[in-house]
């Protein structure tokens, strides 16, 4: 009961249908920690199915922001927020340093919605930096998965980082350029072809795998040291 209320709690915050738990989880009490904190295990399947949901609720946070309903915007980036510290729980020590930055700055959003104070600026420069955290967070993950060999789930995780980094793109700073557009749909390409799986006439995506997971990762790095200004 306990593993069912905790993923509850999670889709709940997130503001999803509760027909997602039917996806697969468990959980187990955490040794050493209180008994109300639990380690969760869900597929990524289920993962992937909620990598939308950060661009969601900053886009209603936004939203709510305009219409002047500061504890609505709270909420929604509280949403956000949860979304970030469940990838923590997995994420590579690489990754960590930005997550942990994105998820600080989150909480100072929610305070200054919830008080009224929140700029329009302020929450772009979240934006970016929470999908900027995120698309970092998946390329490594899909890095770790590929020297698994493991099709889908590097396809899922390479797919996931192009997502995020268009919609940091999209909260304002420099556009993306020709040659930077043209790698995202390749990349799109190529993890549609992963997630396919071998065996399915796409045995070229074996050979493109690592390559494009590293170009990923520049083009990241890129992106990172780009001058950033406020939309």
């Not at 510290?85 to 989150?106: F, G, H, P, S």
């Amino acid at each position: 009961m306990q593993r069912q209320i905790l993923w509850l709690a999670v889709v709940a915050a997130l503001g999803l249908p509760t027909i997602m738990v039917i996806k697969g989880w468990g959980a187990m009490p955490a040794p050493g920690r209180s008994p109300d904190e639990v380690v969760l295990t869900v597929k990524n399947d289920t993962m992937f199915a909620l990598i939308g949901e950060p661009e969601y609720h900053l886009v209603l946070a936004r939203t709510s922001l305009q219409s002047g309903l500061g504890a609505e915007a709270a909420r929604a980036l509280e949403a956000v927020q949860a979304f970030v510290w469940l990838e923590r729980a997995r994420a590579a020590a690489a990754a960590m340093d930005m997550l942990i930055d994105a998820t600080v700055d989150l909480d100072k959003l929610v305070s200054d919605s919830a008080r009224g104070v929140l700029s329009m600026p302020q929450l772009a420069d979240a934006a970016r930096l929470t999908h900027r955290a995120l698309a970092s967070h998946y390329q490594l993950m899909a890095q770790a998965a590929w020297a698994q060999r493991a099709w889908q789930v590097t396809g899922q995780h390479l797919h996931a980082a192009g997502l995020h980094i268009r919609q940091g793109v999209a909260w304002g700073g420099p556009a993306l350029t020709d040659p930077q557009r043209a790698l995202l749909k390749e990349n799109d390409f190529l993890a549609e072809a992963l997630m396919d799986g071998p065996g399915c006439g796409n045995s070229w995506a074996e050979d493109a795998a690592e390559a494009q997971i590293t170009a990923i990762g520049k083009l990241m790095e890129a992106l990172k040291s780009a001058t950033t200004v406020a939309p």
